[in-house]
């Protein structure tokens, strides 16, 4: 039974043919996870307390930017500086007094997997990188959630349903199943690299709200097994159908200990197998390793500590004989380079030992 | 008579365009190596390619009138 205030609050919901009292108890009773509170998450987020999901978790490590106001409609210009979960939970609570939030203010790995997700029952993916969707993919296919996807870039966004129950009882696909790997470091960039109209995740975050309203409530017909492309320039919707694919199998873990072992940074190329500040102590002391330094020639400070050659990034390509047989290992000034300079050598000698300087000579000991 | 190919994303800027007309060929395998002729970076992309409107996992027969889709994946948020 319905209270008369829930009624009034819902009514123009409660009033649709095939909605009704039903689907509203069951929003009520609805435990959903919103991963990331930025472009994608805030308006998901609105949407689904103004409709009365009751229970709502929301994890972002982040605090409010001013280059997150053009799209991120929770937050205010007096926010930033504040956690997103903070300012979210406490606008979202004077939305809708009546739903349960809570928070976690952590960056979403594996742990946090294994702790929150057998609590809630649906989640929603509103992050920014591969790492953390093929880790939430990874994540939601073990424990069994559904996952409802969303993405943009530029002026185009995609939204899909994974993983969720067919009529026929299987599970359909998931996130692997389109893409079973992720691409390459750099090739597909990011909103902060490539840009993002500020309404285009308002339109695709609102999607995702949607497919959470319609999974809970059984209405419609969801977006299992398609994947919806927008497009803000023409208005054009697209939807292709997805299938299972081989390949995906091969990529899953198929165990939460195996899970709990992966490394997402890795896999979608954010890192390679690094020497920390120990292992750049030992350094030294390998006599087996070439010390490469990929920095132009102008770069301060000098590597002094070791001999190492001078080979600037752009001229490897041509000089990657000099290292041929060697166990290498690239150094710049904060890794990033250094890391690019590994691909490139690995393109040369796939079989290579080579390593880059975690960090770069930022990370080094400062000489006395 | 040519087949139009759909692209998404950032791969219109490998292409320079969303909508290209790519005559005389058979199956999307023919199709690829034609577009990676004239696009190499293409070559490189990640993409799945749907003809009309679903995805395939194999090389795939295609006609003139078949609407081709390359689709990469998006990251943002």
Redesign the interface.
């Known amino acids: 039974m319905l209270s008369d205030k829930t009624y009034d609050r819902y009514q123009r919901q409660l009033i649709l043919k095939g909605f009704g009292a039903a689907a509203q108890d069951k929003l009520a009773a609805a435990k959903v996870l919103v991963i990331g509170a930025g472009g994608l998450g805030c308006p998901a987020l609105q949407y689904l307390v103004a409709a009365g999901v009751g229970h709502l978790g929301i994890v972002d490590n982040d605090v409010v930017a001013i280059s997150n106001l053009h799209r991120q409609v929770l937050y205010d210009h007096e926010d930033i500086g504040k956690p997103k979960v903070e300012v979210a939970s406490q606008k979202l609570t004077r939305l809708n007094p009546g739903i349960s939030i809570q928070t976690w203010q952590v960056h979403f790995g594996q742990q946090q997997c294994a702790e929150l997700l057998p609590l809630y029952e649906i989640v929603v993916d509103g992050t920014d990188n591969f790492a953390s969707r093929y880790l939430i993919n990874d994540a939601c296919v073990l424990w069994q959630k559904p996952l409802v996807f969303g993405a943009v870039s530029q002026f185009e966004g995609q939204v899909a349903v994974f993983n969720s129950i067919r009529k026929d009882g299987t599970r359909s696909v998931n996130y692997r199943d389109l893409f079973p790997l992720p691409p390459a470091a750099g090739e597909v960039l990011s909103c902060a690299e490539a840009g993002v109209l500020g309404v285009l995740p308002g339109v695709i975050g609102t999607m995702q709200a949607t497919e959470v309203i319609k999974l809970i409530t059984g209405i419609g017909e969801l977006l299992t097994d398609r994947l919806l492309t927008y497009n803000a320039l023409t208005q054009d919707f697209f939807t292709m159908q997805l299938e299972s694919n081989p390949a995906a199998v091969d990529h899953l873990p198929t165990s939460v200990d195996s899970f709990m072992k992966m490394d997402y940074e890795v896999l979608c190329g954010n890192k390679i197998t690094g020497i920390d500040e120990i292992s750049y102590r030992e350094l030294a002391g390998r006599q087996d390793l070439q010390i490469v330094d990929v920095r132009d020639l102008h770069e301060q400070p000098r590597i002094t500590e070791f001999s190492c050659l001078t080979i600037p990034l752009k001229e490897l390509e041509w000089n990657l004989d000099e290292l041929d047989g060697k166990k290498v290992v690239f150094i710049c000034q904060s890794g990033k380079r250094s890391m690019q300079a590994v691909q490139v050598f690995r393109g040369y000698d796939p079989d290579a030992e080579v390593y880059y300087l975690s960090g770069g000579v930022n990370s080094m000991p400062k000489q006395e | 008579m040519a087949t139009e190919v759909?692209f998404?994303?950032?791969l219109t800027e490998i292409t320079g365009s969303s909508r290209l007309a790519v005559a005389d060929v058979r199956d999307t395998d023919a199709l690829k190596e034609k577009l990676f002729q004239d696009y190499p970076s293409l070559s490189?992309?990640?993409f799945?390619i749907?003809v009309n409107?679903?995805?395939i996992?194999d090389n795939t027969l295609i006609s003139e009138d078949s609407k081709i889709?390359f689709?990469?994946?998006?990251?943002?948020?």
């Open positions: 759909m998404f994303g950032q490189a992309a990640k799945r749907a409107n679903k995805i996992n889709a689709m990469p994946p998006f990251s943002g948020g």
